[in-house]
């Protein structure tokens, strides 16, 4: 259950908190592979070479074939599972059903708000009061699967896009990790368009504690 495979496109700082809890010893997994739909996207340098594997996405047509080289490549390393973590492409129904169920996505805002890109932007223009983000199963639709938990940081007067986005960043880290702990401990799973928590159906996100980020709430009644 330790395998996890990790999709990115950009700097890869999710990754890196996986990388930072597994040297730590707070996350007891091995990252087998890191791979990219762009060709030199810096996320890889996070890894040894041997793990990194990478192609020019949109040098691909139809993108079916893209998603289906990199389904190969993700079967060839065994993962348990795929953590896509700021990994900016769409991927395609055969890709999620050949994983499904051992997908995951973390994704920045409180779902089923915000589902796409720009979550910042358009959270301040709607004069949103609170933001966050939240690690979700990944389905065919869009930000549209399972929610396993999420994390809620306030939305202050001034704030630009930046400004929020690294806010959000600094849950994310923790929220991905201690997503990925009950992973790998066999504790969530997805149950259709649910999930289940230590064999239970979870009826709202778990929450990550601010006041002490190791642990993730069930929620309240
Ligand atoms: N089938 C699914 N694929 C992916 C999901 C998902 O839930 N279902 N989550 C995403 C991650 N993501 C947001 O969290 C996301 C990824 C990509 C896009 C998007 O619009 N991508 C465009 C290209 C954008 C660009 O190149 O700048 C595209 O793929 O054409 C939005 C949200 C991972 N994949
Ligand atoms: N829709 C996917 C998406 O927007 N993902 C977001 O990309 C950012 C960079 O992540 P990184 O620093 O881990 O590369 C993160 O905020 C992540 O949530």
């Known amino acids: 259950m330790r395998r996890i495979a990790v999709l990115a496109s950009g700097r890869g700082s999710n990754l890196q908190a996986l990388l930072d809890a597994i040297t730590a010893r707070t996350l007891d997994a091995d990252i087998v592979g890191v791979f990219s739909d762009r060709l030199h996207a810096p996320a890889l340098e996070r890894v040894p070479v041997e793990l ?12 079916a074939e893209f998603d289906a080289e990199l389904a190969d490549a993700l079967d060839a390393v065994r993962p348990d599972w795929v953590v896509c973590a700021g990994y900016l ?10 994983f499904r169920g051992r997908l995951l996505n973390i994704h ?40 396993v938990a999420q994390a809620r940081v306030p939305i202050l007067a001034g704030d630009t896009p930046d400004a929020l986005a ?7 880290h923790p929220l991905l990790v201690q997503v990925v702990r009950l992973a790998v401990a066999g504790r969530i799973a997805e149950q259709g368009d649910s999930v289940t928590f230590d064999g239970h159906p979870l009826l709202a996100p778990l929450t990550l504690d601010s006041a002490d980020p190791d642990c993730l709430a069930l929620p309240t009644r």
């Not at 990194?52 to 993108?63: G, N, V």
């Not at 690294?166 to 994310?172: N, S, T």
Request: hydrophobic share 45%; no cysteine; proline share 6%.
């Open 52 to 63: 990194r594997w990478s192609r020019d996405a949109k040098a691909y047509s139809p993108r």
């Open 89 to 98: 492409r769409l991927l395609d129904e055969r890709f999620v059903a050949r």
């Open 108 to 147: 920045p805002s409180l779902l089923p708000a915000y589902r796409g890109l720009k979550t910042h932007a358009r959270a301040l223009a709607d004069g949103a009061a609170e933001h966050g983000a939240s690690v979700h199963f990944v389905s065919p639709e869009l930000d549209a699967g399972a929610v």
């Open 166 to 172: 690294e806010r959000v960043l600094a849950v994310e």
